[in-house]
């Protein structure tokens, strides 16, 4: 397998990135972006967690499509490009994934935090980061042919927690259907994870040898399992941004404080 290996130009992929299809989808992302940071400076970036992630995966996602679509494939194809290009693959999804554990767990109503939720919030971005020195300790093993098979190996591992994370959400989401008061979110969390659950999947298959050698041979397979999930992902959160369920989220609590002043007074009399 090492031997297929220094026959391709691993760790560089093998087609040669189409710039229209690059400068289109960036075109898209830009104006989902607008959209998206318009609707926060309304309710101004809150909460700010949130407002950051999504954020985030804008803006690497961007990154990722304009170096595509303006770079020359020898200046993409360098080691230094590399490193610097390299985790843009995995960000963006990753970025995704924290914003919905943070949608789930924050903005799902008025019930307060319990310890479980707590637990999450901590260990799900513990994991993240854990996964991005991996994953950068593999690109560093991946320019020298006698640690290609280890290079997968560390690839392989960061991977597995990403996926491993995004299929957790499913069970955590379930857990919390009940106590979820605004079903305004189900749609955009329903989607959001299922295109993330789908470019972990690519990201867990890239990381073998036998598939990274078959999913860097057509542009296509990019565009299918990475692009287009996180380009729908990030159009959904324009369109289901959560600051309409701010705006339900505050008027509940106010009626929830009126009840609660009308039933001290009963129980006084």
């Known amino acids: 397998m090492m031997m297929y290996l220094n026959e391709t130009k691993y ?3 093998s087609y040669t990135p189409s710039r229209y299809a690059a400068g289109t989808c960036a075109t898209i992302v830009y104006i989902s972006s ?3 940071l318009a609707q926060s400076l309304y309710i101004k970036c809150r909460p700010f967690l949130l407002f950051l992630f999504v954020f985030a995966a804008y803006l690497t996602t961007f990154i990722e499509l304009i170096l595509r679509a303006t770079l020359n494939i020898n200046i993409l194809n360098t080691k230094i490009l590399y490193k610097m290009t390299a985790p843009l693959l995995s960000l963006s999804s990753r970025f995704l994934l924290l914003a919905n554990y943070y949608c789930l767990i924050e903005l799902r109503g008025k019930k307060p935090r319990d310890m479980f939720d707590r637990v999450i919030g901590i260990v799900v971005p ?3 980061v854990t996964a991005d020195l ?3 300790f593999a690109n560093e093993l991946s320019f020298k042919p006698n640690y290609h098979y280890l290079s997968f190996q560390f690839r392989q591992i960061p991977a597995g927690f990403i996926l491993g994370l995004a299929l957790f959400f499913y069970i955590i989401r379930c857990l919390s259907i009940p106590n979820i008061r605004h079903p305004y979110i189900l749609p955009l969390l329903t989607i959001s994870s299922t295109c993330v659950l789908i470019d972990a999947i690519y990201i867990q298959a890239m990381s073998i040898p036998t598939l990274f050698i078959a999913l860097t041979q057509s542009e296509l397979w990019f ?21 309409r369920l701010l705006i339900s989220s505050k008027q509940d609590n106010q009626h929830y404080d009126v009840r609660l ?3 001290r007074r009963t129980v006084s009399l």
């Open 11 to 13: 760790p560089f992929y």
């Open 34 to 36: 607008i959209a998206w």
């Open 134 to 136: 991996l994953l950068a």
């Open 223 to 243: 565009y299918i399992c990475h692009l287009v999930p996180i380009v729908i992902t990030l159009i959904m959160w324009s369109v289901f941004h959560p600051w």
């Open 126 to 128: 513990i994991t993240a």
């Open 261 to 263: 002043v009308i039933l």
